[in-house]
């Protein structure tokens, strides 16, 4: 099985609001990684976890803040974001992060910020 | 500069008609090249991992080859349900994941 799921499938938020995108992988995955993708472009790194911790941020505004609480979950906390932020936000997870792992990806949220 | 270039941008297809799309790399040692089909609006989802020059998958209608700067993915008779953007990547020195721009390709009944 190479799932990866995410919740919501879509979101709509102000720009004064605070939410959270979740991820989660049971295929024993100890990397994770958050994508950003706009329309007609391809997927751009955000972030990447190896083994729980922070590896990767691709100097990304802090208002996303991700956060891993287990090897099999990844969170992507939302606050304040402007309306250049709505975009298809997409999880991926592989073995571990060595150069030369598939990364499979999740369905993604679709963000709109108003 | 670590870089990867699909063509074409887009590709028209009838029914049956048989193509090969196209991505040249240059990267600074390969460590895998890969390819994704995106449905509109879904996150990528894995097709194959080409790790050597010569190596050669196959999957249903899709067989994708390397060289030393580019892979195809050929597609034989291809049906509508193969419309999608076709992504490929590359890891690049930094250890990130760096995609093409893709190819989208329609086909028509």
Known sequence: DTEVTQTPKHLVMGMTNKKSLKCEQHMGHRAMYWYKQKAKKPPELMFVYSYEKLSINESVPSRFSPECPNSSLLNLHLHALQPEDSALYLCASSQDSRDGETQYFGPGTRLLVL | ?109
């Open chain 2, 1 to 109: 500069e670590d870089q990867v270039t699909q063509s074409p941008e887009a590709l028209r297809l009838q029914e049956g008609e048989s193509s090969s799309l196209n991505c040249s790399y240059t990267v600074s040692g390969l460590r895998g090249l890969f390819w994704y089909r995106q449905d509109p609006g879904k996150g990528p989802e894995f097709l194959f991992t080409l790790y050597s020059a010569g190596e050669e998958k196959e999957k249903e209608r899709l067989k994708a080859t390397l060289t030393k700067k580019e892979s195809f993915l050929h597609i034989t008779a291809p049906k509508p349900e193969d419309s999608a953007t076709y992504l490929c990547a590359v890891y690049n020195q930094g250890g990130k994941l760096i995609f093409g721009q893709g190819t989208e390709l329609s086909v028509k009944p």
